[in-house]
């Protein structure tokens, strides 16, 4: 009986030990807003100077709203000096910046249900 509440006390101790780990695998989106996005061949700009760091797991971007957004490889990260830095000598204006720890895809979904500029 001992061993019983000893093996219960012990899975309860690594099933909460875990937690953290596991949220810090949880997959981080960069979503920036950018003002002076206007054509495909904007967004193709953007797309590839995203792509170009090496933290970049995927890009979107979304003319309609202004939003880029990148998301990141496990652990990694992009520091927001970094990202305005590219966006600016690229010619536009990094507006807002926010880190989310959701899938590029859920992102995307909750942009196309705003409205747009």
Not at 73 to 93: H, M, N, R, S
Request: overall charge negative.
């Amino acid at each position: 009986m001992v061993r019983n509440a000893f093996l219960a006390a012990l899975i309860a101790f690594v099933a909460t030990a875990a937690l953290p780990t596991l949220a810090a695998d949880a997959t981080r989106t960069i979503r920036m807003e950018v003002a002076g996005l206007v054509c495909g061949f904007c967004a193709q700009g953007i797309d590839k100077q995203m792509r170009s760091f090496d933290a970049t797991h995927d890009v979107w971007v979304d003319l309609a709203r202004g939003v880029v957004a990148v998301e990141l490889d496990p652990g990694e990260d992009i520091t927001d000096e970094v990202l305005d830095k590219a966006l600016t000598d690229a010619g536009y204006t990094l507006t807002a910046i926010r880190r989310v720890d959701q899938p590029l895809a859920e992102v995307r979904r909750e942009v196309e249900n705003e409205p747009r500029r």
